[in-house]
């Protein structure tokens, strides 16, 4: 079903077929440029080489390493997996975060709902048939001890303790994917922060088993951490590390080695505005959500905390105001989704809970204009420098517009992890990547940064990307001015994309001009298509007005803006939006012409109607 999102007719008229069948065409085309680098033995190994160098010796460290783990010791640390056994925690630490009632109740009754994917295991999910990989991971990082908490019955609890007592006897071991150092660090923190809940009225025995495989997991992630993991991840795996550290006896080498490595992490990680190094909003929910965890941990175990990790916390909260729309959910760039609106609430209430938003981050290259209750987030940034690039979008100057509470302009999103979005096809996540499906300008409908292949050690970042992107901004009288530029099509098509963004002091009235300025001759005397795309949300109805040259965009609640251009061609086509989980049809205002290493200017403006 989520194949044909883009298929239907968007009014169900024949006429529309020929239409849209060029569309797909060109996504099709915008497709192949985003993945042109084929899988090919070399190709991967050009994509492993572009790694740091730190990075890729991590790696390739973590990969000689790892198959000796199951032997007890990990070659060169001299860290034994054994140790004294733990009768009680020196402390347990507390877990605000909600878990979802319904997710809890289906538990309870066999119903295992992880990464898209239910299965049905009325015995117990650990002797269920081999599922995807990601299903097992989540299964065995134990993250759904949360959503048996929130269903509040007693059930539930015996429910996790009898399903944690099976996972001691039959995964206690060591195993390749259950003892990954993602997985394990997820699984202590999960164990740690519900232990009142499932483990405190436990029997000593049960007790007893389960703190000790917590001590050996704990001195074994120890060892083998950073293990070839980087950015938001490796800081989720440092927060497993310091919890177990801090909360279990004789693991003192776990919270020091923890505490070193987050040190050194923050200091990569966190840019000097307080962004992360991923420029993901989603991203940076996650990891400042994590370091609220460690220094909580830490104050409830009387351990100092490193002035680092408080300087970290006050630096990324206006980052993150930075990110939120009017509806206070996230901005879709770099692989986000738009989060629930109350567990953003939640992180920043526990990090500054009267705290202001950045106006500006030049090192994460990200700008926010408002005026009045409109608010635009700009990306004015080159993507994520390489091995941190895994969820990186071609999505350079692109922007997203909302009015108050309600989402105007967007880009398309990415795919989550919930159920529809493990049905869409895998094409889908390249595409979603592509330059087109963000609002900004496309050529040809290719793409301003490639998609490389996958390296041998994991991840696929970008192959190319702009190595040059500038951003001027000015203020005056309430009003604020972007004067932007990347060269993201200067080896391609020869030229610089400059893009230019007015907001006035009330905030009715956003006009841009986005312009193409020849600087090389590349494909001498052909001529290229340009298109500048506005994705609109799912709840704007969009309607062509006569003179060809003006959009009407009315909102859910009454609301109209017109759009007006003097491109040569302005008109409304189908998109898709993923920005809230599940693929919903929405439409795009395209403006679009050609030139031929001639300058070019495309005005456009976005006007409050009365």
Known sequence: MAEQVLDRPLIGQDAKADKRNRRNRRLKRGERRLVDVAESPLTRLG??????????????????????????????????????????????????????????????????????????????????????????????????????????????????????????????????????????????????????????????????????????????????????????????????????????????????????????????????????VERSPARHLAVLRDLLDIRSVLSTAGQEAPAELDAAIQAMTPMLRLFLHGDRSLALFNGSGQERDYKIDLVLQRADRYGRALAQAPHSGFQRLQAGRTVAVVDSGAPARAGYDSRAHAGTLSFEMSVGKERLITNCGAPGVGAAAQALPATWKRLMRATAAHSTLTIDDSNSAWLGATSYL???????????????????????????????????????????????????????????????????????????????????????????????????????WRLHSDAPVVELEESVYVGSGAPRRCEQVVLSGSFCNEPVAIRWALRRES
């Open 47 to 276: 994509a492993t080489l572009r790694l740091p160098r730190s990075l890729l010796l991590g790696r390739l460290g973590y990969a000689v390493r790892e198959p000796f783990s199951h032997l007890g010791l990990v070659p060169g640390s001299g860290v034994a997996l054994g140790g004294r056994q733990a009768y009680a925690p020196l402390c347990t630490p507390a877990d605000p975060w909600p878990g979802d009632t319904d997710s809890g109740m289906a538990l309870v009754g066999g119903q295992y709902r992880f990464a898209g994917l239910t299965v049905e295991a009325p015995d117990g999910p650990w002797v269920a048939p081999e599922r995807v990989e990601d299903w097992r991971r989540e299964l065995h990082s134990f993250c759904w001890l949360r959503d048996l908490r929130a269903a509040a019955i007693d059930p539930a609890r015996r429910h996790a303790r009898e399903l944690t007592g099976q996972w001691l006897e039959q995964h206690g071991g060591w195993s390749p994917l259950t003892w990954e150092p993602l997985v394990l660090s997820r699984r202590l923190a999960h164990w740690l922060g519900q232990y009142e809940f499932f483990a405190a009225s436990a029997d000593a025995e049960f007790r007893q088993a389960l703190l000790s495989s917590a001590q050996r997991q704990a001195r074994y992630l120890a060892a083998v951490l950073p293990a070839g993991l980087a950015g938001a991840e490796l800081i989720c795996a440092i927060k497993g590390l310091v919890l177990a550290g801090a909360c279990l006896p004789d693991t003192e080498v776990a919270l020091r080695r923890g505490l070193a490595l987050l040190r050194r992490e923050l200091a990569q990680q966190i840019l000097p505005d307080g962004g992360h």
């Open 458 to 560: 994991g991840g696929a970042g970008l192959a190319e990307r702009p190595q040059d992107v500038t951003c001027r901004r000015e203020e005056t009288d309430g009003a604020t001015l972007l004067d932007m530029s990347h060269d993201g099509y200067r080896s391609t098509h020869g030229v610089i994309h400059h893009r230019r963004l007015f907001l006035s002091a009330a905030g009715d009235d956003l006009r841009g001009a986005d312009s193409l300025t020849p600087v090389a001759f590349v494909h001498r005397g052909r001529r290229h298509r340009y298109a500048v795309r506005f994705h609109l949300h799912p709840d704007v109805r969009a309607s062509l007005l006569q003179d060809k040259h003006t959009v009407l965009l009315r909102l859910a609640k009454g609301g109209g």
